[in-house]
């Protein structure tokens, strides 16, 4: 009996080196959920996706219904999208708040801020909370997450936007008091505390992310993804190590691409090499049972047909991952 | 006119002068100095939210960008102050009057 997610788990992510299979375990883990009678959604957060290739339908931006399967949504998280929208809308309140003496001086500083490394990041972040507190919809929702770098960057944002944003609101109410203190007695103070939209705006920003990290750490499950090769397995063990590290918790190893054995009767070239291939991999499988913390909850074999359609369900069956959930989910705010 | 009127005016003098020699000597820089205080912690804050607009790229000016349409006087203030700065050293001394 598989026991690998707590009930309280709505969010399950999948990650791993890329190749892997990230997006076909993460696309089999659903259909199970789906099959399970749960309403699932696939989110593919990786720029590369392959979840429209997995089932062979086109996805968008939003939930779109799966053809052919009962209670099985997906989606492809688009950042480029989500950077111009968030541009858009940044200048638009520019548009309404500031003189047009001014506007080009802090458009040009707008447009840099979308331009700089960290945007296309904090764009992915922002929606794949989003998806997260508009998913009342589904009992589960299954993420497809970019390579491991990708990922353990964007899941550690929570924790040092926090900190952050901490500072930022400290500062600006400090600045705010002493200009308040400075205007005793006097006129008008040039800043109050009161309705300040900046203080606003932070304290909002604050929250999204407390959000954000309260979901990861307390209703999200992580699943690594691994092939049966020195590599794989190296950057797995640095993937386990870097989540726990944030106090996410990594529920279990799902093995990809195992090699089928030969017939013992066959004994030609390709046998084997079939037969070496086995070998080795027995040995790194038997490092992932021994030297990780987490259990291995799938074991699947290489097949020679790309998986879609009815392989998803065949996969789906050796996932050794159960698919329970909590009577009540847990709650948008 | 009555020696209460006049001592009445005198005292108003004596107030008025007061008040201004309280006010030049004491509270005008003391204020003026909390609101330097307060534009230097602004000053921190903006870096803080804006450290590109001097080369220095940022990872959270893509969140930071949101603030700026509110930002406006704040923002050409802030950029004004930090060129004309010529050292922490200047800025700070003239916040005491010797």
């Keep these: ?333 | 006119m009555t020696l209460s009127d006049r001592i009445d005016r005198f005292l108003a003098v004596v107030r008025e002068w007061g008040a201004g020699l309280y006010h030049g000597l004491i509270s005008h820089p003391a204020f003026e100095k909390v609101e330097q205080e307060a534009e230097d912690l602004e000053d921190s804050f903006m870096l803080a939210c804006f450290p590109d607009a001097f080369g220095i790229p940022s990872p959270v000016s893509y969140y930071t960008a949101e603030l700026l349409p509110y930002l406006e006087s704040e923002f050409e203030a802030w950029e004004r102050r930090m060129w004309n700065r010529g050292s922490m050293l200047e800025r700070k001394g003239q916040q005491y009057h010797f």
């Design chain 1, 1 to 333: 009996m598989a026991t690998h997610t707590r009930p309280t788990e709505k969010f399950v992510f999948f990650g791993g080196k890329g190749g892997v299979g990230k997006t076909t375990m993460s696309a089999a883990y659903a259909v199970k959920c789906a099959d399970a009678g749960l309403d699932t959604l696939v989110v593919s957060t990786d720029p590369a996706h392959s979840t429209s290739d997995v089932f062979d339908q086109r996805f968008g931006d939003d939930p779109e219904a799966v053809d052919g399967r009962e209670g099985l949504w997906a989606m492809e998280i688009d950042p480029d999208e989500e950077v111009e929208h968030h541009l858009m809308e940044t200048k638009r309140a520019l548009g309404d708040q500031v003189s047009a003496a001014m506007v080009n001086e802090i458009d040009r500083q707008i447009e840099m801020a979308h331009q700089t490394p960290g945007a296309y990041e904090a764009a992915l972040f922002d929606r794949f909370v989003d998806v997260m507190q508009s998913s009342e919809a589904f009992d589960r929702v299954v993420f497809d997450t970019s390579p491991t770098g990708g990922t353990l960057r964007l899941l550690g944002l929570p924790d040092f936007l926090e900190g952050w944003i901490d500072r930022l609101l400290r500062k600006r109410e400090k600045s705010i008091d002493l200009f308040e203190k400075a205007a005793i007695g006097r006129n008008e103070p040039r800043r109050v505390a009161e309705g300040d939209p900046i203080l606003a705006r932070l304290q909002e920003r604050k929250e999204f992310f407390e959000y954000a990290g309260r979901m990861l750490r307390e209703h999200a499950a992580f699943f690594l993804v691994v092939n049966p090769d020195e590599l794989s397995v190296r950057e797995t063990r640095r993937a386990a190590d870097g989540l726990a590290d944030r106090g996410l918790s990594v529920r279990g190893l799902a093995v990809n691409r195992l090699t089928p054995e030969p017939d013992d009767d066959e004994n030609g070239r390709g046998a084997r090499y079939l037969r070496d291939r086995v070998a080795t991999e027995r040995a790194h499988l038997r490092t992932l049972r021994e030297e990780f913390d987490q259990p291995v909850v799938a074991e699947i074999e290489t097949r020679v047909e790309e998986v879609r359609g009815d392989f998803l369900s065949e996969v789906a069956a050796e996932l050794d991952i159960d698919t329970a959930v909590a009577a009540d989910p847990p709650s948008r705010s």
